[in-house]
Nanobody, 126 residues
C-alpha cells in the first residue's frame, strides 16, 4: 500500500505563484507515473499534469493539459518519489482542490495500481 501526501496549497492572490509537492511512500512496486488532478466546486475532477518515469530511472516525460500550458509545470524526482507542480500567474479559476496520484507497477506481475492523496486546497483571490 502506498501513501500519498500533498503539500503547498493555500490562499494566493491572483497573479501569484505557488509550488505543490507530493511524496509517495510505502510501496514496494516501482512508480510508473505521478501526477495531479484538480476539482473545483461543482465541477468534475480534471487532469492537470503527469510525469512518467522510465524503468531505468534516467528518462521520463511530462505532460500538461493544453489549456494550462505556459502557467503550469510539472517535474519529478524519482529518487525521492516526489512530484512538484509549479503554477504561475494564478487565476481565480484555478481555485480547486488539487489531488496527487501515484501509479505503481509490480515488476513481476506487471499489476498496476493507483493511489490518491487527500488533496490540498488552492484558493486564488481576485
Amino acid at each position: 500500500q502506498a501513501q500519498v501526501m500533498e503539500s503547498g496549497g493555500g490562499l494566493v492572490q491572483a497573479g501569484g505563484s505557488l509550488t505543490l509537492s507530493c511524496v509517495a511512500s510505502g510501496s514496494s512496486s516501482s512508480i510508473k507515473s505521478m501526477g495531479w488532478y484538480r476539482q473545483a466546486p461543482g465541477m468534475q475532477r480534471e487532469l492537470v499534469a503527469v510525469v512518467t518515469f522510465s524503468s531505468d530511472f534516467r528518462h521520463g516525460s511530462t505532460y500538461v493539459t493544453d489549456s494550462l500550458k505556459g502557467r503550469f509545470a510539472i517535474s519529478g524526482d524519482n529518487a525521492k518519489n516526489t512530484v512538484y507542480l509549479r503554477v504561475n500567474s494564478l487565476e481565480p479559476e484555478d481555485t480547486a482542490v488539487y489531488y496527487c496520484y501515484v501509479e505503481t507497477i509490480d515488476a513481476i506481475t506487471l499489476y498496476e495500481r493507483m493511489y490518491w492523496g487527500r488533496g490540498t486546497q488552492v484558493t486564488v483571490s481576485s
